[in-house]
């Protein structure tokens, strides 16, 4: 994974964010453990860093969930990001290419990672990159990974990861879009290699919002094939916090059709600030998601359904606040 952090270089007079992230989910239960490192940078103020750990758990309800801020930031030896003081009894978490280890709150955790699959690039040019638009970056460095290590948290509960599924991801830019989803899924019954990466969002332009756009990919019995794009046809979006159902287009006549159903009182929330201030974004998140896909290759004529119990990462990020899902009472970085 030849991940190059963002942050370093960013110019002192300009805002920006970063984040690097992972999820890993049980193959047996509906557990799944989602560890983010984030970056906010205002305008001709200090990047400040952010840990966030959140466990969710089908049996328990509401996810367990903390976050510690820093001013404490800097790129690690060989690893992507460092927030705070990590080690025993300070506060702070570092991930690299294959591992992820920290504190936070009364969660500890050492995971290793293993990718699976190669970078996914969501953007389809490079040179988009570097350009100024999108304002938002996104790739997946493990689009599939396996995770092993062990979690605590308070009550001496223990979290043994044996052979995990997930991802890892990365994205950086100047805003969040105006709106959002990312889906991510694994664990399918009929195919347990498959894995499906999608984000989609809006922005605003001259005050009025763009269609949704799609951008990522499926893997399917050894294909990888594109998702979305500008100029894709056949794109129809209805979302809610309880869920969504998907019509992405792909590559030479992919079509992809997901639904997803949140298992009820599973749901986290978390506010997310603007770079350049403002009002931000409610995000919902929820990372052991049923997910049922109906998918019709390049070349096939019988669609093949594909359906995970709890594989699927939602989260739909959005301007709104009466959604109904409780947000956690985090600061502003």
């Known amino acids: ?110 995971l290793r990672v293993a990718a699976q699959e190669r970078e996914l690039r969501h953007l389809p040019r490079e040179w988009l990159y570097r350009a100024p638009l999108p304002r938002t970056k996104l790739t997946s460095p493990a689009p599939a990974a396996s995770f092993d290590g062990e979690l605590r948290l308070a009550g001496d509960r223990e979290i043994a990861l044996d052979d995990w599924r997930g991802m890892v991801g990365h994205n950086w830019g100047a805003e969040h879009a105006e709106r959002w989803i990312w889906l991510h899924g694994v664990g399918f019954e009929q195919a347990p290699e498959a894995w499906l990466d999608v984000a989609l969002g809006r922005v605003k332009i001259a005050g009025r919002m763009t269609p949704w756009v799609a951008s990522g990919a499926l893997s399917i019995a050894g294909r990888r094939l594109r998702i979305g794009g500008l100029g894709a046809r056949g794109l129809h979006v209805a979302e809610s916090p309880q869920g969504c159902a998907l019509q992405l287009p792909g590559e030479r006549g992919l079509m992809v059709e997901a639904r997803v159903e949140v298992p009820a009182g599973t749901t986290a929330g978390w506010h997310y600030a603007d770079p350049h201030g403002g009002a931000g974004h409610d995000v919902v998140n929820c990372s052991i998601a049923a997910l049922a896909l109906t998918v019709t290759l390049p070349g096939e004529r019988t669609a093949r359904s594909l359906t995970s119990a709890h594989g699927g990462a939602y989260e739909l990020g959005m301007r709104e606040r009466d959604h109904g899902v409780a947000i956690a009472p985090f600061g502003e970085d």
């Open 1 to 110: 994974m030849d991940v190059k952090p963002m942050f370093p270089s960013a110019p002192a007079r300009k805002g920006m964010y970063e984040s690097f992230y992972l999820r890993a989910v049980s193959p047996r239960e509906p557990v799944s453990v989602w560890i983010r490192h984030t970056v906010n940078k205002p305008p001709g103020e200090r990047a400040r860093g952010s840990v966030w750990c959140t466990v969710f758990d089908g049996a328990r309800g509401r996810p367990f969930m903390h976050k510690l801020s820093s001013d404490a930031l800097s790129v690690p030896g060989g690893g992507w990001i460092e927030v705070g003081h990590p080690g025993e009894p300070a506060q702070g978490a570092t991930m690299g290419a294959d591992s992820a280890s920290g504190a936070c709150g009364a969660a500890q955790w050492s």
